[in-house]
């Protein structure tokens, strides 16, 4: 008997949000818990069944316990050939290449993203579909409604798999390949950007920072820009991925990467660096004295397009998630090509990059990414702008202040509102909700509202509708304020407020972000009541 079939109740009715399955490690570690949700994702695709998975982690506390599980319960599923990455392994982007790239049927892919990890961090699970992005809500849906009716599960009880071994090996009548989760990755890079400026430009003795954050970054980074670019040793900093992240936040922004901040500022400072997340899909870039926005960040390369042979005279569409800046809205009119906005999250991005209607998108949380993969790239956003950087011969400060030149100058800045009650949280979207008819032609805080709504958003490819994606509040002369509730929190709500505020004027663009965005603050605190509402006067994170 190659497996057994536990009947033990699991646990039932595990509900996937926007980034799969994302909880506390102690509720993950409650019996039969991950294997209801495993079993679930094989009883909703069926096609697993005599196909390919791929799998791998970002190496977080409980990563390698929950791969075993999940590769005997594969092997007893019927998965006919499984790609793991060493150790358990894989970044969010790499695993969807490698599911890509095999044909594979999908991927399980184990990640808390940003969120802490260890014993008392988070931990999760998604599941990324043949494309190679995260499962659409249908599938979300029939996992869920899956993880309903799961009564037991199957697991194959042969020995666990040493994971630290590349190779091959048959288990339970599963083929299973252990390979360098790197390799891969590294060989499309390669394809898509221009190694040989980006190599020059090192050798003529520019420096870099990198911050892996102690995550799975860290070996991807150190492959390309120390082994292949040639960048000193030691341009990669904190890179051997640990199970609690060294106790920090993996998360690259300004707030929770400070001392990289510091590093690049002044005299002597390194002249590019780069942070990435837990499962290395987001990136903060930087330059010597100069932090990058993500918002900016998507529009300059969307401007700079033909600078980089992914690109290079293929753009043809570009995407925002609704709450990121409008910036690069200027650059694809300028550009003649289409843009759109969508509601938060990669998914929303899938559908156009399938159809070839977009090649480049990104959103304001550190978000970057392209048609290579369908995920966002933290690894390939410091790759593409040391591109740019290389080709023009520019500091990233200079790049991007020509840029704002150009086209104007979005400031922008998100305010989040943490460990609020769901009720508190509730309170203030129904208090925006209720205000919205009515809003536009009135003046808020002194600012005239010429669009009051809660966003809609109709797939232009597969024409479904996702309602209340948020609330969006745009003044006369190009400022706006956007309210959301996160979706990926573990504890309690978190409000995000997103500001921004728009300035031709190139004697105003070098303000101060927070001052430049007090007028756009005080409607925010107006329309909102925030105070009011859950009793916060200062915001917890303002990146
Ligand atoms: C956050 C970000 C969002 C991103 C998601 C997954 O979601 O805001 O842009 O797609 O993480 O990385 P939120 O917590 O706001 O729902
Ligand atoms: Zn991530």
Redesign the pocket.
């Known amino acids: 008997m190659p497996h057994t079939i536990h009947a033990t109740q699991p646990i039932q009715g595990q509900k996937p949000?926007?980034?799969g399955l994302r909880k506390k490690v102690a509720v993950f570690q409650q019996p039969h818990f991950l294997e209801n949700f495993v079993q679930a994702i094989f009883l909703a695709v069926p096609e697993l069944k005599g196909g390919t998975l791929i799998l791998g982690g970002d190496g977080r506390y409980l990563n390698e316990i929950a791969l075993q599980t999940i590769l005997k319960m594969a092997a007893a599923n019927g998965v006919a050939r499984l790609l793991v990455g060493q150790h358990g392994l894989l970044s969010t982007p790499a695993a969807s290449h490698l599911i890509r790239l095999h044909q594979a049927v999908g991927g399980i892919i184990l990640s808390a993203?940003?969120n802490p990890g260890g014993p008392q961090g988070d931990f999760g699970i998604k599941f990324n579909a043949g494309n190679g992005g995260p499962a659409p809500e249908k599938l979300t849906d029939a996992i869920y409604a899956a993880t309903l009716q799961v009564h037991e599960y199957h697991l194959s009880n042969a020995p666990d798999i040493d994971l630290a071994v590349v190779g091959e090996v048959e288990f339970a009548g599963m083929r299973v390949s252990v390979v360098d989760p790197v390799a891969d990755y590294a060989v499309l890079m390669q394809q898509l950007l221009d190694f040989d400026a980006i190599r020059a430009w090192i050798a003529a003795g520019h420096t870099l920072r990198l911050d892996a954050l102690h995550a799975v970054g860290g070996p991807y980074a150190i492959r390309l820009f120390e082994d292949m670019l040639g960048a000193p040793m030691n341009s990669v900093r904190n890179a051997a991925p640990q199970p609690d992240f060294a106790g920090g936040h993996p998360d690259p922004n300004p707030v929770y990467c400070a001392d990289l901040v510091d590093t690049m500022q002044g005299r002597g400072a390194p002249d590019f660096g780069a942070a990435f997340?837990g499962d290395a899909?987001?990136n903060m870039i930087l330059g010597r004295d100069f932090v990058l926005t993500p918002s900016d960040s998507l529009a300059v390369l969307a401007a700079n397009a033909a600078l980089i042979p992914q690109f290079k005279g293929r753009l043809t569409g570009v995407a925002r998630?609704m709450?990121?800046s409008r910036a690069v809205d200027s650059v694809a009119k300028a550009l003649g090509i289409d843009c759109y906005e969508t509601p938060?999250?990669?998914k929303f991005f899938g559908n156009l990059l399938d159809a070839g209607r977009i090649q480049l998108c990104g959103?304001?949380?550190y978000?970057t990414g392209a048609d290579h993969v369908r995920e966002?790239d933290g690894i390939w956003a410091a790759l593409a702008w040391l591109n740019l950087v290389a080709v023009r011969k520019q500091s990233v400060a200079q790049i991007v202040q020509a840029h704002w030149a150009q086209f104007g100058r979005h400031f922008y800045s998100?305010h989040d509102y943490e460990g609020l009650s769901v009720a508190a949280g509730d309170v203030v979207l129904a208090t925006l909700r209720s205000k919205l008819p009515g809003l536009v032609n009135t003046l808020v805080a002194g600012l005239c509202v010429t669009l009051a709504d809660d966003f809609a958003y109709t797939d232009s490819v597969d024409g479904s509708l996702s309602q209340q994606q948020g609330i969006r509040i745009e003044f006369a002369g190009g400022s706006r304020v956007v309210f959301?509730?996160?979706?990926?929190?573990t504890e309690g709500a978190?409000l995000?407020v997103y500001l921004e505020h728009y300035t031709a004027e190139v004697s105003e663009q070098a303000q101060e972000t927070q001052s430049a965005l007090k007028a756009v603050i005080a409607a925010a605190e107006e329309l909102a009541g925030i105070y009011a509402n859950t009793g916060r006067t200062v915001a917890d994170v303002v990146t």
Not at 484 to 489: C, K, M, V
């Open positions: 949000g926007t980034s993203s940003h997340d899909d987001r998630s709450p990121t938060t999250g990669w959103e304001e949380s978000g966002k998100r959301r509730l996160s979706g990926t929190g978190t995000r």
